[in-house]
């Protein structure tokens, strides 16, 4: 041995370190292939070795040394096993096109080498010790005893002779180079790990900040937009350049620039971390979004505040729905003016002595049960709401307009006169008597009470009003709902005049059976109106069916037999008609016990209610009809003579035939 084979090893020792410090500078470029980079890394490590071939220590007939086993072994420790077999094959192939005795200790010197590396930290009793200096000098020292063992594969003759020549440098040199190239492969190692961590989070955050199901963006202390994310872009309707050039209040509703401003003072102040508020913005077409909006600071180093980073989430849907229930929870849906819930809380706001004196007007729509019956219920609701219009139009110096109960009104005046309340209704009364719906003539009633003291009970001036209001009430009924009685027949016949002329013949007929049976006249004039009403309930069936020429469905026959039960509950409404309301009520029972709406049987059916079957049936035979053209009268007659017993009284029948029948050129003519 002498001192150039220390050079020459030193040397080389000097190249591989110089190389692997290079090494680091291909991080781009395996970054960039992506999933390729453990192939690139491979070919580079090759590289390296083929460069570290290039320069050995040479000696006779091809045996060279040179520091590619500190590299494989440390790569192998390092890195990943395909990037060190990928060198490993270009070094192998290298080494062969070298050629020489030494081809087959090089070989193996590659092998073994890239072995240990890859075993070495998988062994057990020394994967617990790390790398530390210790852990990696014995592991050099491993590397390089195997692979002076690999001199045995040399020709006889040069093995003791290169031992004697390398064997001291390589195991003062070789074990420390391995430490020193391993911990420099490390460190490199660690760093492209981390910034592949820091580049794999950047891609990731940039991911959910360009594609996220909110709005993102960074606004400067002063408010300014310094990036922001496409769906904000798109929830305000503005392009990025335009945001960036926008102040943070521009898209915000004037009204609600303010409504943050104590918690982002305090959130400059370090005082909470992040705050988050509901807000109205201005969307590029001046339409308003509602969003919420979560605001924190990003602290530099420096610790000062720098920006803000703020998440943008539409809740328009959320507001409107909210909105929604709060309307609905105070207002009633059908006429539109608050409900007694909301009346409630207003008047324990308002019972103030300044507020005297406070005035309590309930109104409520006359006959609006008989209006529902006769007219249905989408009309009685077209009533309600015709009478809130004009209470609104009429009443807006109250305070407020609540519908309270089904058809009852609260009005609520404060520090008005009670002549000004009284011209305030003579006016509303003025406008109700020009208003109708559907032939309906308005008509309501009302209660007035006033709380003049504040030591009075406000519960007590309402009690005072709806007292008023149900004495004016029942002091009308009588009148009101004969007048309504009166509407009710005046719209029936006014839509369907083939239904006039009919109750009129039916009338007529069921007045002469009864003064034919010697009934007195009390009875013979109700069974006249009885006769003039009966079919009053067909105000409640549509012109549709009533007019179908088709056979009737089974649903539209059951709502045909419904007009008997409406007619009763229309009529019993009112004292004067409650006996003819039973009677219209029976009208379509039979002698047999299988008409409807009871099924009532023989002498059960009122003898009113059987004249008018009778007086009805033959005046619907003898009648054009939508379906069918009149019967003559021998017909009828047949009809009606077949049917006594079952469908009609025989009494009655026989009476009608013999008495009634030649007479009926006296009866009302069908061309009225």
């Not at 790390?130 to 005893?145: A, K, Q, S």
């Not at 959130?267 to 971390?273: A, G, T, V």
């Not at 709806?466 to 719209?491: A, G, P």
């Not at 004067?576 to 009532?600: C, M, N, Q």
Request: aromatic share 10%; charged share 20%; net charge negative.
């Amino acid at each position: 041995m002498d001192n150039s084979t220390f050079l020459r090893l030193f040397y080389n020792a000097e190249l591989l370190i110089s190389l692997v410090v290079f090494y680091p500078i291909t991080t781009y470029l395996k970054q960039k292939s992506g999933r390729s980079a453990n192939i690139i890394g491979g070919v580079i490590l090759g590289v390296i070795g083929i460069l570290l071939m290039t320069f050995p220590l040479q000696f006779d007939h091809g045996i060279s040394f040179d520091t590619r086993s500190v590299l494989l072994g440390a790569s192998a420790l390092t890195f990943g096993i395909i990037p060190v077999l990928i060198a490993s094959m270009i070094m192998v192939l290298y080494r062969l096109y070298l050629g020489g005795a030494g081809v087959t200790m090089g070989i193996l010197v590659i092998f073994t080498s890239v072995s240990i590396g890859y075993f070495w930290p998988r062994v057990k009793h020394i994967s617990h010790i790390g790398n530390t200096w210790f852990n990696l000098y014995l592991f050099g020292l491993i590397v390089h005893v195997v692979m002076l063992m690999c001199t045995a594969f040399l020709p006889r003759a040069m093995i003791l002779p290169t031992l004697q020549s390398v064997l001291l440098p390589i195991m003062i040199i070789y074990p420390i180079l391995t430490v020193i190239v391993t911990k420099i492969l490390s460190t490199f190692k660690n760093m492209q790990d981390n910034n592949q961590k820091i580049y794999e989070a950047e891609r990731k955050f940039h991911s959910v900040f360009d594609y996220a199901a909110i709005g993102i963006g960074y606004v400067t202390i002063e408010g300014t937009f310094i990036d922001l994310n496409q769906k904000l872009s798109e929830m305000l309707g503005y392009s990025h350049e335009e945001l960036n050039l926008l102040n943070f209040d521009a898209i915000t509703f004037t009204e609600d620039r303010c409504k943050d401003s104590t918690d982002r003072m305090r959130l400059f102040n370090r005082k909470i971390d992040n705050y988050s508020v509901d807000k109205r913005f201005l969307k590029r077409d001046g339409s308003i979004i509602w969003m919420n909006l979560s605001v924190s600071l990003i602290i530099t180093a420096e610790e000062d505040p720098s920006y803000m980073i703020c998440t943008f989430m539409d809740i328009t849907e959320r507001k409107s729905a909210e909105e929604m229930m709060t309307y609905l929870t105070y207002h009633d849906p059908e006429t539109g003016v608050s409900n007694r819930r909301y009346y409630e809380e207003h008047i324990q706001k308002i019972n103030q002595e300044e507020n005297l004196p406070i005035t309590l007007v309930l109104v409520d729509v006359n006959g609006l049960k008989l209006i529902n019956d006769a007219f249905g219920d989408l009309n009685g609701d077209a009533v309600l709401r015709k009478l809130s219009e004009i209470l609104m139009q009429e009443c807006t110096a109250s305070d407020l307009i609540s519908r309270i109960n089904g058809s009852e009104f609260i009005i609520v005046f404060t520090k008005k006169s009670r002549a000004f309340i009284d011209s305030v209704f003579h006016q509303i009364n003025r406008k109700i008597a020009d208003s109708s719906i559907e032939n309906i003539q308005l008509s309501i009633s009302f209660g007035i009470a006033s709380k003049t003291s504040i030591d009075e009970d406000i519960q007590k001036i309402y009690k005072e009003a709806k007292d008023k209001l149900d004495k004016e009430k029942l002091n009308d009924r009588t009148s009101m709902i004969s007048k309504t009685i009166s509407i009710i027949m005046s719209s029936l016949f006014e839509k369907n005049k083939r239904e006039m002329y009919h109750s009129a013949r039916v009338s007529e007929i069921s007045e002469q059976i009864a003064i034919h049976m010697n009934l007195s006249k009390g009875e013979i004039n109700k069974i006249r109106v009885a006769g003039l009403m009966h079919d009053i309930g067909k105000i409640g069936i549509s012109d549709r069916i009533l007019n179908k020429i088709d056979p009737l469905s089974e649903e539209e026959w059951e709502e045909v037999q419904r007009h008997s039960e409406i007619g009763y509950r229309i009529l019993s409404s009112a004292n004067e008609f409650s006996e003819v309301a039973e009677y219209i009520l029976s009208h379509h029972e039979r002698w047999d016990g299988t008409g409807y709406p009871k099924g009532l049987k023989g002498n059960e059916i009122p003898y009113q209610s059987r004249i008018i079957a009778i007086a009805d049936s033959f005046d619907a035979m003898t009648s054009d009809r939508s379906y069918r053209k009149a019967l003559s009268y021998a017909d009828a007659f047949q009809e009606i003579k077949l049917k006594s017993g079952s469908q009609f009284d025989p009494a009655i029948v026989d009476l009608f035939i013999n008495q009634i029948l030649p007479k009926m050129n006296h009866l009302p003519s069908k061309n009225l």
